[in-house]
Nanobody, 126 residues
Framework: VQLQASGGGSEQVGGSLRLSCAAS????????IIWVRQAPGKDREAVSC????????KYAESVKGRFTTSGDNAKNTAYLQMNNLNVEDTANYYC????????????????????WGKGTLVTVSS
Protein backbone atom coordinates (compact mmCIF):
# COMPACT_ATOMS: atom_id res chain seq x y z
CA VAL A 1 0.00 0.00 0.00
CA GLN A 2 1.32 3.41 -0.91
CA LEU A 3 0.04 6.96 -0.82
CA GLN A 4 2.38 9.48 -2.36
CA ALA A 5 1.61 13.18 -1.96
CA SER A 6 3.32 15.64 -4.26
CA GLY A 7 3.00 19.18 -5.53
CA GLY A 8 4.03 21.14 -2.48
CA GLY A 9 6.26 24.16 -2.70
CA SER A 10 6.55 27.84 -1.88
CA GLU A 11 3.89 30.33 -2.84
CA GLN A 12 2.98 33.87 -1.94
CA VAL A 13 -0.18 34.95 -0.17
CA GLY A 14 -3.07 34.81 -2.57
CA GLY A 15 -1.42 32.23 -4.79
CA SER A 16 -2.44 28.70 -5.69
CA LEU A 17 -0.99 25.21 -5.52
CA ARG A 18 -2.30 21.83 -6.56
CA LEU A 19 -1.38 18.76 -4.58
CA SER A 20 -1.67 15.22 -5.92
CA CYS A 21 -2.01 11.96 -4.04
CA ALA A 22 -1.14 8.82 -5.99
CA ALA A 23 -2.55 5.67 -4.41
CA SER A 24 -1.56 2.06 -5.00
CA UNK A 25 -2.01 -1.31 -3.38
CA UNK A 26 -5.70 -1.00 -2.56
CA UNK A 27 -9.00 -0.53 -4.38
CA UNK A 28 -9.31 3.25 -4.62
CA UNK A 29 -13.11 3.39 -4.70
CA UNK A 30 -13.43 1.47 -1.42
CA UNK A 31 -11.78 4.26 0.54
CA UNK A 32 -12.21 7.92 1.36
CA ILE A 33 -9.17 10.10 0.66
CA ILE A 34 -8.57 12.68 3.37
CA TRP A 35 -6.07 15.52 3.24
CA VAL A 36 -4.51 16.32 6.60
CA ARG A 37 -2.07 19.09 7.37
CA GLN A 38 0.23 19.79 10.25
CA ALA A 39 1.86 23.15 10.80
CA PRO A 40 5.02 23.43 12.89
CA GLY A 41 4.16 23.23 16.56
CA LYS A 42 0.47 22.64 15.91
CA ASP A 43 -1.89 19.69 15.95
CA ARG A 44 -2.91 17.86 12.83
CA GLU A 45 -5.94 19.25 11.03
CA ALA A 46 -7.99 17.41 8.46
CA VAL A 47 -8.94 19.82 5.69
CA SER A 48 -10.92 17.77 3.17
CA CYS A 49 -12.44 14.43 2.33
CA UNK A 50 -13.04 12.96 -1.13
CA UNK A 51 -15.16 9.89 -1.70
CA UNK A 52 -14.06 8.19 -4.95
CA UNK A 53 -17.15 5.98 -4.96
CA UNK A 54 -19.44 8.88 -5.86
CA UNK A 55 -17.30 12.01 -6.01
CA UNK A 56 -18.64 13.52 -2.78
CA UNK A 57 -16.49 16.05 -0.98
CA LYS A 58 -16.41 17.74 2.43
CA TYR A 59 -14.22 20.51 3.83
CA ALA A 60 -13.07 22.00 7.09
CA GLU A 61 -14.38 25.48 7.73
CA SER A 62 -10.85 26.86 7.61
CA VAL A 63 -10.50 26.02 3.91
CA LYS A 64 -14.08 26.02 2.64
CA GLY A 65 -14.41 28.13 -0.47
CA ARG A 66 -10.65 28.17 -1.09
CA PHE A 67 -9.69 24.49 -1.38
CA THR A 68 -11.21 21.90 -3.71
CA THR A 69 -10.58 18.19 -3.55
CA SER A 70 -11.24 15.83 -6.42
CA GLY A 71 -9.98 12.60 -7.91
CA ASP A 72 -9.40 10.53 -10.99
CA ASN A 73 -10.42 6.95 -10.33
CA ALA A 74 -8.79 5.70 -13.51
CA LYS A 75 -5.48 7.04 -12.24
CA ASN A 76 -6.05 6.17 -8.55
CA THR A 77 -5.15 9.76 -7.79
CA ALA A 78 -6.73 12.42 -5.62
CA TYR A 79 -6.07 16.14 -5.81
CA LEU A 80 -6.23 19.16 -3.55
CA GLN A 81 -6.50 22.46 -5.38
CA MET A 82 -5.58 25.27 -2.99
CA ASN A 83 -6.47 28.82 -3.98
CA ASN A 84 -6.16 32.16 -2.22
CA LEU A 85 -3.47 30.77 0.05
CA ASN A 86 -2.62 32.52 3.28
CA VAL A 87 0.29 32.15 5.69
CA GLU A 88 -1.84 29.99 8.00
CA ASP A 89 -1.93 27.36 5.24
CA THR A 90 1.79 26.73 5.71
CA ALA A 91 2.12 23.08 6.75
CA ASN A 92 3.10 19.59 5.79
CA TYR A 93 0.20 18.16 3.83
CA TYR A 94 -0.53 14.44 3.99
CA CYS A 95 -3.01 12.34 2.12
CA UNK A 96 -4.58 9.45 3.98
CA UNK A 97 -7.12 6.78 3.21
CA UNK A 98 -10.02 5.62 5.35
CA UNK A 99 -11.73 2.34 4.51
CA UNK A 100 -15.36 2.77 3.53
CA UNK A 101 -17.62 4.16 0.82
CA UNK A 102 -18.80 7.22 2.72
CA UNK A 103 -20.43 9.20 -0.05
CA UNK A 104 -21.92 12.44 1.26
CA UNK A 105 -20.90 11.44 4.77
CA UNK A 106 -17.22 11.66 3.90
CA UNK A 107 -15.55 12.40 7.24
CA UNK A 108 -13.11 15.28 7.59
CA UNK A 109 -11.06 13.83 10.42
CA UNK A 110 -7.45 12.96 11.13
CA UNK A 111 -7.84 10.10 13.62
CA UNK A 112 -8.46 6.43 12.98
CA UNK A 113 -7.37 6.55 9.35
CA UNK A 114 -6.38 3.35 7.60
CA UNK A 115 -3.35 4.34 5.55
CA TRP A 116 -1.08 7.37 5.58
CA GLY A 117 1.33 8.72 3.04
CA LYS A 118 4.37 10.92 3.48
CA GLY A 119 3.79 14.63 3.45
CA THR A 120 4.54 17.38 1.03
CA LEU A 121 5.51 20.78 2.39
CA VAL A 122 3.56 23.89 1.53
CA THR A 123 5.06 27.24 2.50
CA VAL A 124 3.10 30.45 2.05
CA SER A 125 4.86 33.75 2.52
CA SER A 126 3.68 37.33 2.55
Amino acid sequence: VQLQASGGGSEQVGGSLRLSCAASGFFFEDYAIIWVRQAPGKDREAVSCFSPSDGSTKYAESVKGRFTTSGDNAKNTAYLQMNNLNVEDTANYYCAALYGRYGSGCPVRHVGLTFWGKGTLVTVSS
